[in-house]
């Protein structure tokens, strides 16, 4: 049966100065680097996007929903594919083979990849907040006289910036997932990590659990973080269930 | 940028076509698995029985905090040995490919598939539930016979929602190299030294499928809506 090693772990990996542990903890700096990048990215697009959704003007919505959808309906895998392989072919010959030498591009590939993809999942939540809110609250801005940047500026967004919190949690532990997925492009972040100790040791499961263990510490720090974000941002007798997966 | 050659497309189109024949399989049968599975685990997580709901707390809780493709190894390499265990043989056991994808999604996708359904049975009022139990049905009739065809109902638009996803997340079994459609498309991309066209093949038949598919889960949403 299964030989069990767990001090495979403080043995030295085949890069010949640190151990597999420090591979795998240096795999989760790229996780996370990877993760925070596309999340900045994700937050920014996604809150424009989101909002323009619920704009009265007609094609800027129309474009927006088609920014969503193209990015929903291709796999993730693919997507990674697509920017880190095709990309770079329909730039100027002069930045693509710049682009190509640079040692860094499989994780700016990746952090370009996934915060397209998170930024429309993130413009999905922002556009169910602002909707959740009553009617009343943008037609008692016109009636004001407000403008409709001035509604969306005092009306709106505070509400629906403090709404749109719980759901934007699961988000954001979604893109700590999803990084995972550029280890296919060779970025060697934790699942990249704990995958090339794995073929190196023959230690398949002390890999896999390390990975696993590690990433479900992350995923409690971030639940506990944006626990107490919630708290504080939380509006008083206004109940809106968080969305899912 | 280099000429593109869609022609290779057409020639190795019975090959991907293959792939894409697997991942739909590996898809409506994970799909049907997970449900089953999910819904007995969301029964669980609902049950009174504190140590049951617990213990599907802990595996629902447990698998959606790692990411997808974490699973798809640890189940790769761990489904051998759970078979010699299983069958008491004394050296791991080979598993298709087929069986290797399937075990691991309908185990993955069964924890996505137990929340839908949880919040489903959660959707129907205890006086249902007492109802039965009034008429002298047991815990089990109850079920069967009046929560989890409401809860199914209600749920529906959701878990063809979920099942979408379980498709596009099939494209990851490839790491495995398993020859799903987006496994035999990389093949026929390297082989052919053709990957942009290989790529972006894939990704507009992806975007038709899962769009046309998601247009028609939300008119049957609006349909189900209407009727209740």
Known sequence: ?245 | MQNFDFEVVMRTWPFLWQGLIFTIEVTLLSALGGVVFGTLLAMARLSSIKPIAWLAGFYVNGLRSIPLLLVIFWFYFLVPYLGAWLIGAKEPVRVGALASCLITFIMFEACYFCEIMRAGIQSISRGQIWAGYAIGLNYWQTMIKVVLPQAFRNMLPVLLTQTIILFQDVSLVSVLSIKDFFGAAQLVATQEGRPLEMYITVALIYFVLCFVLSLMVKKLQKKIAIIR
Not at chain 1, 35 to 62: C, D, E, F, Y
Request: glycine share 8%.
């Open chain 1, 1 to 245: 049966m299964y030989n069990w090693n767990w001090k495979i772990l403080w043995e030295v990996s085949p890069d010949g100065v640190n151990t597999y542990l420090q591979t795998l903890i240096n795999g989760l700096g790229w996780t996370l680097t990877v993760a925070l990048g596309a999340w900045i990215m994700a937050l920014v697009l996604g809150t424009v996007i989101g909002v323009i959704r619920t704009t009265p003007v007609k094609w800027a919505v129309k474009l927006c929903d088609a920014y969503v959808e193209v990015f929903r309906n291709i796999p993730l895998l693919v997507q990674m594919f697509l920017w880190f392989y095709v990309m770079p072919e329909f730039l100027p010959g002069a930045i693509s083979a710049y682009i190509k030498a640079s040692p860094n591009y499989s994780v700016i590939a990746a952090v370009i990849c996934l915060g397209f993809f998170t930024s429309a999942r993130v413009a999905e939540q922002v556009k169910a907040g602002i909707q959740s809110l009553p009617r009343g609250q943008s037609m008692a801005g016109t009636a004001l006289g407000l403008t409709l940047p001035q509604t969306y500026r005092y009306v709106l967004l505070p509400m629906a910036g403090r709404i749109v919190i719980p759901p934007l949690t699961s988000e954001f532990l979604n893109v700590i997932k999803n990084s995972a997925v550029a280890f296919t492009i060779s970025v060697v972040e934790l699942m990249g990590a704990a995958r090339s100790m794995q073929e190196f040791s023959f230690q398949v499961f002390e890999a896999f659990t390390a990975a696993t263990i590690i990433f479900l510490i992350v995923n409690g720090c971030v639940i506990l973080l944006m626990r107490t974000i919630e708290r504080f941002a939380r509006v008083p007798g206004f109940i809106v269930s968080g969305g899912g997966h």
